[in-house]
């Protein structure tokens, strides 16, 4: 079993910068996939970015460009900075890691979830 707890978020004006982390522990291999997913109210959880064993990493359209994921295996931790942050990006960000059908955006294939972090943006 893995554990994930996400912490960073808050309230920030449009155009600034946060940064999320996200601690994994428990079962968590350094060849699992781990991403970023957001929900804001009324609307469906979506991916955000993930990141793969290797490092390669994607992102969704609406935050490429502007949001970076990034991990630090010696510490099980993953990372998403979001620069240049709008309202649309206000939502709960969810921790997820290890999925089921390669290291993709789709919420579904993820195994493991944290309990999210507000972001707000005005």
């Known amino acids: 079993h893995v554990q994930l707890v996400e912490s960073g978020g808050g309230s920030v004006q449009a155009g600034r910068s946060l940064r999320l982390s996200c601690i994994a522990s428990g079962d968590i291999e350094s060849s699992d996939c781990m991403g970023w997913f957001r929900q804001a109210p009324g609307k469906e959880r979506e991916g955000v970015a993930a990141?793969?064993?290797?490092?390669?990493?994607s992102y969704a359209d609406s935050v490429k460009g502007r949001f970076t994921i990034s991990k630090d295996n010696a510490k099980n931790t993953v990372y998403l900075q979001m620069n240049s942050l709008k309202p649309e990006d206000t939502a709960m960000y969810y921790c997820?890691?290890?999925?089921?059908?390669?290291?993709?955006?789709?919420?579904?294939?993820?195994?493991?979830w944290g309990q999210g972090t507000q972001v707000t943006v005005s």
């Open positions: 990141i793969d064993s290797d490092g390669s990493s």
């Open positions: 997820a890691a290890r999925s089921a059908y390669g290291c993709s955006l789709a919420p579904g294939s993820f195994y493991y």
